[in-house]
């Protein structure tokens, strides 16, 4: 119940399309849903990140759909860029219980091709 | 911009021996953390320590592991007697508040020879 399961685990896009990363998770108690880039050799970088209370957050090129009915969310880039190549990761935490860890998924490998 | 920083970047040992993996947190953040991640694999959390004391830990974060504030900024993690499987990328964060955004190091590849 834990899990948050990610897809897909690769994504190849041509340069200036979107990219779209979904996630899914079980517990419901989990409110805090971040998105992290990760480049090779680096640590995770908080993105962009959503609480339950809002079906929708954009950043930029970058957007967090949430669909609290369906225990989904999903990140939407825009205009995609070869410099947005990179691993990202969804996350989930249950800040309500006094937990203090991050749940993630397993990543999805993103290719923006010119 | 603060940042975490950890070193070293890389340490190779040899099974059976103790590690301590460093880590310097953003200097006005209480809340820090171990995660850990296997080469291709996602991101997992081992343990968060406030207040000078172990706040959560996951069933990864075994006898084998220690974590400690040695002084005012540096934060530790021990492994006490390596295994292969304990080769991995290990990430430290922190942040300012429980609720509020965890910052990561770069990471500290270990590998177990």
């Known amino acids: 119940q834990q899990q948050v399961k990610q897809s897909p685990q690769s994504l190849i896009v041509q340069k200036g399309g979107i990219s779209i990363i979904n996630c899914a998770y079980e517990n419901t108690a989990f409110d805090y849903f971040p998105w992290y880039q990760q480049f090779p050799g680096k640590g995770p970088a908080l993105l962009i990140a959503?609480?339950?209370?809002?079906s929708e957050k954009k950043e930029g090129r970058f957007t967090i759909s949430f669909n609290k009915s369906a225990k989904q969310f999903s990140l939407h880039i825009m205009d995609s860029q070869p410099g947005d190549s990179a691993t990202y990761f969804c996350?989930?935490?249950?800040?309500?219980?006094?937990?203090?860890?991050?749940?993630f998924g397993k990543g999805t490998k993103l290719s923006v091709i010119p | 911009e603060p940042e975490v920083t950890q070193t070293p970047s890389h340490q190779v040992t040899q099974m059976g021996q103790e590690v301590i993996l460093r880590c310097v947190p953003i200097?006005?953040?209480?809340?820090f953390y171990w995660y850990r991640q296997i080469l291709g694999q996602k991101v997992e959390f081992l343990v968060s320590f406030y207040n000078n004391e172990i706040s959560e830990k996951s069933e990864i974060f075994d006898d084998q592991f220690s974590v400690e504030r040695p002084d005012g900024s540096n934060f530790t993690l021990k492994i006490r007697s390596t295994k292969l499987e304990d080769s991995a990328m290990y990430f430290c964060?922190?942040?300012?508040?429980?609720?509020?955004?965890?910052?990561f190091g770069q990471g500290t590849r270990l590998t177990v020879v």
């Open positions: 200097s006005n953040h209480l809340y």
């Open positions: 959503i609480r339950p209370d809002v």
């Open positions: 964060a922190s942040s300012g508040d429980r609720n509020t955004e965890a910052f």
């Open positions: 996350a989930a935490k249950n800040s309500g219980a006094g937990s203090y860890q991050l749940t």
